[in-house]
């Protein structure tokens, strides 16, 4: 039977027991279940359970698979369960063995975890639902419909490989038609942004504009994302249950738990050993424990979970114990710290062997039909080994492919319409210019949701008629809300790695977030998902996915008691970022500009807006028209001049215009280029200045040392060197942190004295 043809009659199964088990769900609750809504039968056997494992093993606690079950499925769906396992099993061995021989770099395996996630693949719809698997749902991702050859093209680093096209480790499950989202390695990582995912549908059914615009969403649409137990000591499984529950989303979490986070073992990772113990208490949690090894009881357990998110009632959690028969992976030795009799124990809960013998004990097949199957699998395990070393593997010149889109360039014509500009009104500062820019790019827009903490003019509605609303610590986004609703405008928890994360789950589906980081000084939380996830995305994948999401961030000092914790300017940690564009505005009209083709590029944009500059009355503008953009990568020269040039960016640029005025009382003509964009940035534009004033200085906020201007002294003392007659100048803050006190922030920073003594010395060099 092809694959195609499995996952139809796996589909056709599940569609047809859905009622059943919407029944199943309803006699639970008549059958003695705990009050709440975790559904865990308080009986002794459970209280057993549930308690933390006397010996650090995984063995899982509940009946054995060989038991007699009182109904067995259809015959033809357990055959395909075996046939499924089993061919995980072998992928398993196989990419061990191409290890041996030097053909491929790297194996992690699935082994024993196969029951449980044939049994979820089961009772999902591929192409209908939403999965985020971990590197070990390697069973869970063939029973969605991908081949043994396509992992194995990813475990040789193919080009064809639909998982990543060679880019990523074997075992990073991604697959466009399937639904399966690209996964990397960081641990965790998958849990916001699958809650992200679920969110996207939870907000189209309450956007009225968007129900006849994207036709991916379904009304019983679910999203899994699994994990091992180990994931569960990381903050963003924490923060993805909060908001799931929260929320109410359909998102089916399957806990994958087999005593071990490599060496360490469970009960040293979860206090009491149990995690879910630990989540009993979440509201509108589904919680569900099962014996994971045993394809049965999990086929039930999951029927149980997904149905009761199909039926929207909240999100589910399945807590299925596990054995891990091999070493982490090929890199690691368990050996080392394993007894032998735990390992020993655990091989006798082999959920495939168990399970072919239930199968001839129940008489669903015989002994040679089993052993037939078992030789069709290793045949085509084999003959797909064969074909994807001989695949092809990509060329070197593809390296830099899909770093950016390859589609939508902002830094092209279509986002450059600044020379013909309208204005019209009264002038604005820079926040009012950036919310007009939201304003009426969301009314253009429905895709475009707006969240972070405090963002929202009020949480609680029903307050607005008679509060003004916050609209932001700054201001940037009030009347947001009042004007495009709470589906669209919405508060976070205070969690900077929840709002990306999530983001980029939602990005996944087609909507548009615009995003806010209440200050930069905070945005370290959200790093991994910033730098693993959002960058990446499109490269990672070969371009089948993309998460283009803003990132708006308030940033910068001279605020006089700004101090350590509100004054950061850290801007090179972003720019040595591969694929996430870097925006930092200096004035009102270009951050109207440049937000705009933020939204409407098709790339990850982190865009930084000065707190300083907010409100400042010499950068306001009139207002410009709803299309207004200005390209990136596209630097404008704010002042001419002959002797030297300065390079720079931000709140910098009014104090080399400053000390620019002054240079120029004692004879000194001063050019000045204001980069707009940092990431990309104008090279051209750059060359142009030093080629005609010969001297040139970089200035900005960011430290001296290994900062932002590092980068462009260095490349113009590489290729602009015959054109210099002087070496380059760097005017930047101090390497310390900005202090509270007046007098030391003045200190620390650079100010237009310094740029104005940097000028002079520059001149007379």
Not at 207 to 220: A, C, Q, T, V
Not at 395 to 420: C, L, M, Q, W, Y
């Amino acid at each position: 039977m092809n694959n195609d043809t499995k996952v139809l009659k796996l589909v056709r199964k599940t569609e047809s027991s859905s009622s059943t088990t919407t029944e199943a769900v309803e006699r639970e609750a008549e059958m003695g279940m705990a009050p709440g809504p975790t559904s865990v039968p308080m009986t002794p056997e459970t209280e057993q359970q549930s308690r933390p494992r006397p010996t650090p093993t995984a063995v899982p606690a509940s009946r054995p698979v060989t038991a007699k079950a009182p109904e067995l499925p259809d015959h033809r769906l357990l055959i395909e369960m075996y046939r499924t396992m089993y061919t995980s099993r072998r992928l398993d061995d196989k990419e061990i063995q191409l290890k041996g021989q030097n053909r491929i770099f790297f194996q992690i395996s699935g082994a024993d975890h196969e029951a449980v996630q044939v049994a979820a693949g089961v009772v999902l719809r591929p192409g209908y639902d939403w999965f985020y698997p971990y590197y070990r749902d390697r069973a869970f991702c063939l029973q969605v419909g991908m081949t043994p050859l396509e992992q194995l093209l990813s475990a040789v680093g193919s080009v064809d490989d639909p998982n990543s096209h060679g880019r990523q480790m074997p075992s990073h499950w991604g697959h466009k038609k399937l639904n399966i989202v690209s996964q990397s390695s960081p641990t965790g990582t998958q849990l916001l942004q699958a809650v992200g995912c679920a969110e996207a549908s939870y907000r189209f059914n309450l956007i009225e504009e968007l129900k006849n615009r994207i036709s991916s969403f379904h009304n019983d649409e679910v999203t899994y994302v699994s994990l091992g137990e180990g994931t569960s000591s990381e903050g963003e499984f924490w923060e993805a249950l909060n908001t799931a529950s929260n929320l109410k989303l359909p998102v089916v979490f399957l806990v994958q738990d087999n005593g071990y986070a490599i060496s360490v073992p469970v009960e040293v990772q979860t206090a009491g050993g149990d995690i879910s113990r630990l989540v009993e208490t979440f509201p509108s949690l589904y919680l569900q424990r099962c014996d994971g090894t045993d394809p049965l009881e999990s086929l039930e357990t999951m029927r149980r979970a997904v149905d009761y998110c199909r039926q929207r009632k909240g999100p589910a959690f399945v807590h299925a114990r596990v054995i891990r028969p091999y070493s982490h992976s090929l890199s690691d030795d368990e050996k080392l710290y394993r007894p032998d009799e735990e390992r020993a124990t655990d091989a006798e809960y082999d959920p495939v062997k168990r399970f072919g013998t239930l199968l001839i004990d129940e008489g669903v097949i015989e002994q040679e039909g089993l052993q037939q199957i078992k030789d069709e699998v290793d045949r085509e395990v084999n003959e797909a080994a064969d074909r994807a070393i001989m695949s092809s593997q990509p060329a070197r010149e593809t390296v830099t492919d899909h770093i950016f889109s390859p589609d939508v360039d902002p830094r092209g014509k279509d986002f450059d319409n600044e020379d013909a500009v309208e204005l019209s009104g009264n002038a604005g500062t820079m926040v009012d210019l950036i919310n007009r820019c939201l304003d009426t790019e969301m009314a253009r827009d429905p895709r475009i949701v707006v969240f972070g903490q405090d963002v929202a003019d009020c949480s609680r509605e029903e307050y607005l008629e008679t509060l003004k609303g916050k609209g932001g610590v700054f201001k940037v986004t009030a009347n947001l809300q009042r004007k495009h609703g709470g589906a669209r405008v919405f508060n976070s928890p205070l969690a900077e790695a929840n709002i990306v994360g999530r983001a980029i789950g939602m990005a996944s589906r087609g909507l548009k977030p615009v995003v806010e980081i209440q200050f930069f000084d905070y945005i370290w939380p959200a790093m991994q998902q910033i730098r693993n996830e959002l960058a990446l995305m499109r490269w990672r994948s070969g371009n089948d996915w993309k998460a283009p999401v803003v990132i708006r961030v308030p940033i910068g000092g001279y605020l006089k008691g700004g101090a350590i914790y509100h004054s950061q300017s850290g801007v090179s940690t972003f720019t040595q970022i591969p694929g996430l564009h870097v925006i930092y505005p200096s004035n009102a009209l270009d951050a109207n500009g440049l937000l705009r083709t933020a939204i409407r590029c098709d790339d990850p944009v982190l865009f930084l807006e000065h707190k300083h500059l907010y409100r400042q009355a010499y950068n306001k503008s009139r207002y410009p028209n709803d299309d207004f953009m200005v390209p990136f990568g596209k630097a404008k020269k704010v002042r001419e001049g002959t002797d030297l040039s300065i390079i720079t960016y931000g709140a910098l640029v009014q104090r080399s215009l400053v000390a620019a005025k002054q240079m120029e009382q004692q004879g000194v003509s001063v050019e000045i280029v204001d980069l707009r964009s940092l990431v990309p940035f104008d090279w051209d534009a750059i060359a142009e200045t030093v080629k005609k004033t010969n001297r040139v200085i970089v200035a900005h906020e960011d430290s001296l040392s290994f900062g932002y201007g590092a980068e462009l002294a260095a490349r113009i003392s590489d290729e602009l060197f015959e054109y210099l007659d002087a070496p380059v100048k760097r005017v930047c803050a101090l390497d310390t942190f900005v202090a509270y006190a007046p007098q030391l922030e003045d200190a620390i920073l650079p100010q237009a004295s310094d740029v104005a003594k940097a000028i002079l010395d520059l001149k007379q060099y």
